[in-house]
């Protein structure tokens, strides 16, 4: 559900920002939106990949050895 908040003039605003638009109205998303949007998740992403492997190393090391042997044995 989108964060609703009163503007300076009182009329509900959703995080796009857009005045008098209901809850389950959105606005088109752009080609640029999107891409912000999966690249901030992709980065996410990676830093919680890189924060379990510091607290697992053990797992962490048997995820890189089962994953070289599947690109080891991979056919193209």
């Given amino acids: 559900m989108p ?11 959703d995080r796009s920002g857009a005045p008098g638009r209901a809850a389950g109205e959105r606005a088109p998303e752009t080609d640029a939106e999107r891409r912000l949007r999966r690249a901030i998740f992709l980065r996410e992403l990676a830093e919680a990949r890189a ?8 797992r962490a090391k ?7 042997m599947r690109m080891r044995t991979f056919r193209w």
């Fill in 62 to 68: 048997t995820a890189r050895l089962r994953h070289a």
């Fill in 51 to 58: 924060l379990r492997d510091r607290v697992q190393p053990r």
């Fill in 3 to 13: 964060d609703l908040s009163d503007g300076a003039d009182g009329a509900a605003r």
